[in-house]
């Protein structure tokens, strides 16, 4: 190695640390969103992001919204590439159709968060890391907050549930199932499963699916449904029906559900708020940036809340 | 100076003068506004920009045709999400499971002749019926919405082929793939429109339909050709964009039809036909990604695109009206 070139490494060293204390000292996040203006969920997840970031000094945020459509997103990933930003948040319009666009952020070096909802297992190894709810123990949470309620109850080695899960296909749907289903025989062993249909995330089919269910089982102690929404539907279908002393528990704590359990008629849910998922995803791009070793993996925490419990939460506003 | 010729320069550049303005707007404000060190008129951006109007301009040159004959054709939208659904699920279809990665010719194929068999059914109705063109479509967009919907409920068809991805990201001679059928289609369009006689016959019959028919022009299978070049070109469109994504969503398309419509009147066609130039719909739809592009440059809410692209359209509309008629019409209450 002649002088000219140890020069140039050592300035090319310098340089970079020079770099990388400049972005220690303000990073540039760019965040491309689903479709703000489609439901309070998101458009409180985008104020309290921006809030977020506007507390941190270290931090200059672009916020982008892709309007739902798939190919907007992929434009504005690739403009937040070449406007060189530090790390790019992503909430997929699609966990697949995004694969490429985050492709060429991961060639860029530019690391990739998704938050909420996941992308595809095969843009997996292009992401950096993701941020949002864990499904799975929300759904076995609920079957603890079931199994508790049975027990308080003293019904814990006789009742019977039914299972309305969200839209086949959804990992969500698929992850707080399999959660609800696996932890349920954990908590409370002699409780029967009797029966799971799909409510398709949607108020009336779910409402559709209970009547069902009520006609076919003369007994019936316990309700689980993937979230509030279709939890409502099937409280609805059980009030015309004139069955009382169903306990409902949901997932995901919708407006609805909580007015539900303020009068008393809907027993327990999860809570999940917008602006801790958007913090968690400020925060993980952050610390990824800074270098931090962190999970693959990153859930906010989702707690429990019940009839008893609920005045420690504000009422959602979703 | 013959008389008019101001005005028709006027009308002719006034797209073009619209985003010089972007332009330079966005490059004065991004210095002051943007997080970004690079400059918005950077190459790189700039090229992305032909490639980011490619899924909206495709269509936006058949729109063309379509408005200058006096129609409008409203099921865009769901014809680019159908041949795209055709286009990734028969990529996976067992009877081309022998063909390797020649299946994806065959899928092209396939996807753009159902786009050109959409654009056919529009046609022939429009043709055999006289229902307005209007109707029909606001009619086949809700249709082959629900064609898409039963496909596959809500779910996403996806099928990933990273050799499709490839070619799609190519880029030749500097530009992508995308950009190459764009301005291949604005091409092929604006030679159609202006050199033979099928594109005159467009114009005549959007002028005055009743003196196109006495003059002998066959109107009823003109249109239908053009409904026909539509449907191909929202499926070519669909081609081009979903190799790149590899997923589409059931919904994906929607409102593309109203976008398409905005950037082929911002380019002077005119609603009642008759008049309008592909090159200037080309211009159109660059002004609009370049708005958007831009607004994201100098980290505007993304909600301001749509406001702002409204208030340039009527002010667009009302331009036009003053120079050509000089407000002749104006409402007088």
Redesign the interface.
């Known amino acids: 190695m002649n002088i000219r070139t140890t020069l140039a490494a050592t300035s090319a060293l310098a340089m970079t640390a020079v770099g990388g204390s400049v972005a220690a000292e303000t990073m ?1 996040i760019g965040i491309t969103q689903n479709n ?2 489609v439901d309070s969920y998101q458009t409180t997840y985008e104020k309290a992001f921006i809030a977020a970031a506007e507390a941190n000094s270290k931090v ?1 945020v ?4 892709a ?6 997103q ?3 990933m ?2 937040l590439i ?4 530090d790390a790019i948040i992503i909430w997929p ?9 985050v492709r ?1 952020a991961s060639k860029a070096n530019i690391p990739v968060v998704v938050t909420n909802s996941n992308i ?1 297992e ?1 843009g997996f190894p292009f992401v950096a890391s993701f941020s949002g709810p864990d499904n799975i123990t929300q759904g076995s949470r609920s079957a603890e907050i079931m199994c508790d309620k049975f027990k308080e109850m003293g019904i814990e080695n006789e009742a019977r549930v039914v299972q309305i899960s969200g ?1 086949p ?2 990992t969500t749907a698929i992850e707080r199932q399999k959660g609800f289903d696996d932890r349920l025989p954990e908590v409370c062993p002699n409780v029967t499963l009797v029966e799971t249909q799909p409510g ?1 995330w949607n108020r009336e089919k779910s409402q559709k699916v209970m009547e069902a269910f009520l006609v076919k089982y003369d007994d019936i102690d316990g309700v689980y449904s993937g979230d509030d929404n279709m939890g409502v539907g099937a409280l609805n279908a059980a009030k015309a029906a004139g069955r009382d002393g169903i306990i409902f528990v949901g997932a995901t704590n919708f407006a609805v559900g909580y007015e539900a359990m303020e009068r008393g008629e809907y027993w327990g849910s999860i809570y999940q708020s917008p602006v801790d998922d958007a913090k968690a995803a400020l925060k993980t791009a952050i610390e990824t940036l800074e270098g931090k070793e962190l999970p693959f993996l990153n859930y906010f925490d989702t707690p429990k809340i019940t009839q008893d419990n609920m005045g420690d939460f504000t009422k959602p506003v979703f | 100076m013959q008389a008019g010729t101001l005005s028709t320069f006027l009308k002719r550049g006034a797209i073009w003068g619209f985003i010089l303005f972007e332009l330079i707007f966005f490059s004065v404000a991004g210095a002051f506004l943007s997080l970004s060190d690079k400059a918005f008129m950077d190459l790189d951006n700039m090229l992305r920009l032909f490639k980011q109007s490619a899924p909206i301009g495709i269509i936006a040159m058949g729109m063309t045709i379509i408005m200058i004959n006096g129609n409008i054709d409203l099921s865009v939208g769901a014809t680019f999400a159908l041949c795209a659904i055709v286009l990734l699920d028969s990529l996976t279809w067992p009877i081309f499971a022998g063909l390797g990665d020649w299946v994806i010719p065959v899928s092209w194929a396939l996807a753009l002749l159902t786009g050109v068999l959409l654009g056919a059914i529009n046609g022939l109705i429009v043709w055999k019926t006289g229902v307005d063109a209007f109707i029909v479509t606001l009619g086949s967009m809700l249709g082959y919405r629900g064609l898409v919907f039963m496909y596959n409920g809500e779910q996403p068809t996806s099928h990933l082929n990273w050799t499709l991805v490839d070619f799609a990201e190519t880029q030749f001679l500097g530009l992508h793939t995308a950009t190459w059928f764009l301005l291949a289609v604005t091409l092929v369009i604006w030679f159609l429109m202006t050199r033979t006689i099928h594109g005159r016959n467009a114009y005549a019959i959007g002028d005055n339909r009743e003196a196109a028919v006495n003059a002998g022009i066959r109107v009823g299978p003109h249109m239908m050709i053009n409904f026909m070049i539509i449907g191909f070109l929202a499926a070519l469109s669909a081609v081009v964009f979903y190799s790149e994504s590899g997923s589409v969503n059931p919904n994906d398309g929607e409102l593309y039809e109203l976008w398409i419509i905005t950037a082929v009147v911002l380019g002077g066609t005119k609603l009642t036909g008759g008049a309008g130039s592909v090159i200037s719909t080309f211009g159109g739809v660059l002004a609009i990604q370049l708005l958007r592009k831009g607004l994201g440059h100098i980290g505007a809410d993304t909600s301001t695109v749509n406001l702002v692209i409204g208030l340039i359209l009527i002010a667009v509309l009302y331009l036009d009206r003053q120079l050509n008629r000089k407000g002749a019409e104006e409402l007088k209450i």
């Open positions: 540039t703000v203006g200059d672009v916020v982008l919204d309007g739902g459509d798939v190919a907007r992929i434009a504005q690739e403009d070449q406007q060189e930003v319009t699609n966990g697949e159709a995004v694969i490429p666009a060429k595809a095969a839209q296909g959804y398709d």
